[in-house]
């Protein structure tokens, strides 16, 4: 007999879920927020490419002059954090051709007795300091000269010296990638689990207002119609992500954006599509429980509300916090619990912050308390669905009167 009972409720959970699913994904609003999600993801991953790649190289002429101070001027660019690369040019005249061209930001035609630099309309800064600092190399070199030294072996130490640094609590280090993708999975798991819980809220009090639930409830079972419907509309939420994700690392790969990156799109994608199904099943059952207490749309929001404020909270801490600095207290402590951790700890696994022990431990919480869920909302979900009147109270619902 049990058997058969778990035969027939799943199979009717199965039916409503079905239902769900087709009802969802030929839905026109489905279709057009899919299509621009994509849209939003290939176009900014466009600009990264396109802003990531621009050159920020500094490109100087040397006349015959000063073609013996090429490396010199090389030096003092590394020595002062910028990249500077040099041609030599027949004359003066060339090298000012190029410079109006703008294939070339300067050319410098003199080093003695003074350093003289031509350029189209302003110098740029960071070859102001390039150049400042050449000057006072030059400087001390004349000075050096006139005591008997070598100038060139002085300023190239000086133009390299850097100060040797120790760090006691040496942060670790992430790359622009690492960093970029924690924000992005952050911002879609956020979008994708809230859109995803308001239409299990939506759908319970639309089922409840045209009274089609009376109907269905006289062949289901009201756990199982709940049950059906969270499967459904969380099955459809996840072939959205699906799409999304996949576009999102297709647009990376076929970009190159993360060429230079240590980040490994592959299983941040599959991390976030886990974390999704996990975030998904704690706030749709809740989200499902407490539309159930309510007749109308526009009361949906007075239930609802509390939850969407446990969702920003941690989801503004992820975003705006973790990507910098992920071994923050508050967002190493957020990562565990339980309806933060899906908003949380997929930022952290992305900048590669988090150890293997850290995400199951944080994986184990959050399902753990996933079949308490189950047990809390399907009984407020049974109590409260046939309701049709005002709002009925919670602690009435959980009672069972």
Known sequence: MSTERSLSAGSAIRLVASREVRTRLASKGFIWITVAFVVVIVLGGLLLKLTGSSDSTQHVALTPDTASAAAQVQATGTGVGVTVETQEVADRAAGEALVRSGDVDAVLVQTSPTLEIVVKQTLDDPLTSVFGSLAQQLALGSAV?????????????????????????????????????????????????????????????????????????????????????????????????????????????????????????????????????????????????LAALVSRQEDIGSVTGPVIGLMIVPYIIGI????????????????????????????????????????????????????????????????AVLYAGGRVRLKDALAGR
Do not use: C
Not at 180 to 208: R, W, Y
Not at 357 to 370: M, N, Q, T, Y
């Open 320 to 383: 705006s916090i973790a990507p910098y600095d992920p071994e923050n207290t508050i967002v190493v402590v957020l990562s565990y619990i339980p309806f933060a951790a899906p908003f949380v700890m997929p930022i952290r696994q992305a900048l590669g912050s988090a150890e293997g022990w850290e995400v199951a431990l944080s994986l184990g919480l959050s399902l753990a308390v996933i079949p308490v869920l189950v047990w809390l909302a399907g009984r407020i979900y049974s109590n």
């Open 145 to 289: 000269s006139d005591l008997g030294g070598d100038p060139a072996q002085v300023a190239e130490q000086i133009a390299t010296a850097k100060p040797a640094i120790t760090s006691l609590e040496p942060q670790p280090e992430h790359d622009g990638g690492q960093i970029v993708a924690g924000v992005i999975v952050g911002i879609l798991l956020f979008v994708a689990l809230m859109n995803a819980g308001q239409l299990v809220a939506q759908g319970v009090v639309e089922e409840k207002t045209s009274r089609v639930v009376e109907l269905l409830l006289a062949t289901l079972r009201p756990w199982q119609l709940m049950a059906g419907k969270v499967l459904g509309i969380g099955l459809v939420g996840l072939v959205q992500l699906v799409v999304v994700v996949g576009a999102a690392v297709a647009t990376a790969l076929g970009f190159g954006v993360l060429d230079a990156s240590s980040l490994d799109v592959g299983s941040v994608a599959v991390w976030a599509l886990v974390w999704f199904v996990v975030g998904f099943a704690t706030y749709a059952l809740v989200l499902a429980a």
